[in-house]
């Protein structure tokens, strides 16, 4: 284990009784890079917290004045609490939820498929986070979101297997139309990876793959070298960067038939080589 990632397990370690203590907390959970081994250096440290019953304002602050952390921000929206302070020079950023909301947000996906990207990042979170407190909670969330339902993965595939006419990219880069050519390569990169990530029955870990070896470890099912040819296309000059776009969609189209072998691609594909009458 390096020395950044020992010292942010430590101190979450240290930071979880904290908010342990009032009997109002139901799970406290550290999530993100830290928990996924993956931290270095530049790298918060993220904290799920789940409560019972919708805390005060003095509840939220309490962990963090009696302990003497120094207080960043707060943000509260119609379904999460989040604040950042600082311990002993490290950000650390936690986002709140209630024990329902959570509940909620699992039915949604697996009953409803729903594709919500912060859904399934809080269900990852609950996957591969590292239990600080009530290891119960966690295992029986874990054990609800065991199986991926094939309906949340043809919902998946409806929303993500669409790529911009490969004309369209081939003009870009002719025209030397960096920013926009820019653009659509990530964007197809990012789909690239929502596609496969739903391939794999695995939920989304983060809305633009922000682990991007940790996550391309864990698909069984994906073209070859991926995470080094995604770097390519970000690399190389303007024409070949959109032929390996290009050679990656292809490849995708044909693991998703290949694995999925009921969904209909052709109405993507034709979107895919589409061209323009001159």
Request: no cysteine; hydrophobic share 50%.
């Given at each position: ?132 407190y009530n290891p119960a909670q966690i295992e029986r969330w874990r054990a609800q979101v ?98 390996h776009l290009h050679a990656l969609v292809e490849e995708t189209f044909a693991l998703v ?22």
């Amino acid at each position: 284990m390096n020395h950044a990632l020992e010292t942010r397990r430590r101190l979450a370690a240290e930071i979880a009784p904290a908010y342990a203590a009032n009997p109002n907390v139901a799970v406290v959970l550290l999530a993100g890079s830290v928990a996924r081994g993956t931290a270095d250096q530049f790298s918060d440290i993220e904290i799920d917290i789940f409560w019972h019953t919708p805390p005060s304002a003095a509840e939220l602050l309490a962990p963090i004045t009696q302990s003497g952390w120094s207080l960043l921000q707060q943000h509260v929206d119609e379904y999460e609490w989040a604040d950042s302070f600082y311990v002993a020079g490290i950000k650390v950023d936690t986002s709140q939820f209630l024990v329902r909301t959570l509940d909620q947000w699992i039915d949604d996906v697996l009953v409803r498929a729903d594709i919500e990207v912060e859904k399934q990042i809080r269900i990852t979170a609950i996957q591969h986070g590292q239990v600080l407190y009530n290891p119960a909670q966690i295992e029986r969330w874990r054990a609800q979101v065991a199986h991926y339902p094939a309906a949340l993965q043809h919902a998946m595939l409806a929303e993500h297997l669409w790529f911009q006419p490969r004309a369209v990219l081939e003009m870009l880069a002719a025209r030397d139309n960096a920013l926009l050519l820019a653009r659509s390569l990530v964007d197809g990169a990012q789909r690239i990876l929502d596609v496969l990530t739903a391939l794999n029955r695995l939920y989304l870990p983060h809305p633009y793959h922000k682990w991007l070896d940790w996550e391309i470890a864990q698909l069984r099912i994906a073209p070859p070298d991926l995470a080094e040819r995604i770097r390519q296309i970000l690399r190389v000059a303007p024409p070949a960067a959109v032929a390996h776009l290009h050679a990656l969609v292809e490849e995708t189209f044909a693991l998703v038939e290949h694995t999925v072998p009921g969904y209909d691609t052709s109405a993507a594909r034709a979107a895919f080589v589409l061209r323009r009458v001159s």
